[in-house]
């Protein structure tokens, strides 16, 4: 069996001999930034059920049933993201990037942190939550860590039932600055189409990519999982970290078990050394 150094050599090597590459990232690789993921033992969807929170109409009767807890989840959620800050995997992924040595990364994360760590070009499939849409006419608004933090702070107020809940939506959520309409955050739930233009440019990354970098994701979730089984499909080398097997990890080449924050700074070492050697 290969060790670590050898899987992130191997790995280093097709990086290097197969240019353009891409990356297919998960909340994986948010995990070492604090921000848990969806699925893991400590996730998101063990203390809220995918079946209420991670939907539009489940969301809405949550509101109607369980309008504190419903607080609470955006106020857990806010809570991380606002705390959070990008971790060694992300800033590793940037320095390829300034290297010559890695193309755009395609992320199912809402977090904005592959941006903050210097990827210029993230496509992000499930939105971002650094970005609001209009109810009314569809128009979309950044909103900045501070108007994120202002909402976190009126949400964790005492007294959030239904009452309060719907007047905080309509005085201090942000507002259409074309309609005056009410927003929501421009991210993807379950049953929600994705961005087109963004799955569309992913999917002619995939495409044109030769080797996909798969990162902290369980690869089950659709349509963003066919990505990577478009790259694999159009000849990409798959390389794949992740602590744990997945839906993905059966076609990848190079299964690197271990966490994103640990093994991307070694496969940066690892492609600087290459990149010296020849030079
Ligand atoms: C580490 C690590 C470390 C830990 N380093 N690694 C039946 C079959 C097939 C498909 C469907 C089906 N029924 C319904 C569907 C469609 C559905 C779907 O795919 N469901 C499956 C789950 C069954 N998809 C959709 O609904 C999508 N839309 C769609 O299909 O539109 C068409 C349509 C229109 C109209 C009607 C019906 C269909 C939309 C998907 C939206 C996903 N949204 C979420 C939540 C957003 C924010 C929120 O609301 O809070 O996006 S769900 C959640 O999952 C989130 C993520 O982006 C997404 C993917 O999860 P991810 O990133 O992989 O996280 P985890 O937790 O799953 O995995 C973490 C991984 O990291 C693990 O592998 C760990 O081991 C690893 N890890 N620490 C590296 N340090
Ligand atoms: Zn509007």
Known sequence: METLQELVSRAATELIRRQPAAVFSGAGVSEESGIPTFRGDEGLWKR?????????????????????????????????????SPNPGHLALAELYKMGLMGPVITQNIDDLHR???????????????????????SRKDVSREDLARIKEILSRPGTGRVALARIGRRHLPRCSKCKGSMRPDVVAFGESLPGQDYNRAVSEAQRCRLMLILGTSGIVYPA?????????????????????????????????????????????????????DS
């Open 48 to 84: 809220y059920s995918p079946a209420l929170y991670g939907n539009i109409p489940g969301l809405a009767l949550a509101y109607l049933i369980r309008p504190r807890k419903l607080a609470g989840f955006f106020q857990d959620i806010l809570d991380t993201f606002l705390e959070a």
């Open 116 to 138: 903050l760590a210097g990827s210029p070009d993230v496509i992000e499939l499930h939105g971002s939550l650094m970005r609001w849409r209009c109810l009314k006419c569809g």
């Open 225 to 277: 999982a066919s990505i990577p089984i478009i790259a694999k499909r159009t000849g990409a080398v798959l390389v794949e970290i992740n602590p744990e097997k997945g839906g993905l990890t059966e076609m990848a080449d190079i299964f690197i078990q271990g966490t994103c924050g640990k093994v991307l700074p070694l496969l940066l070492a690892e492609a600087k050394r290459f990149a010296k050697e």
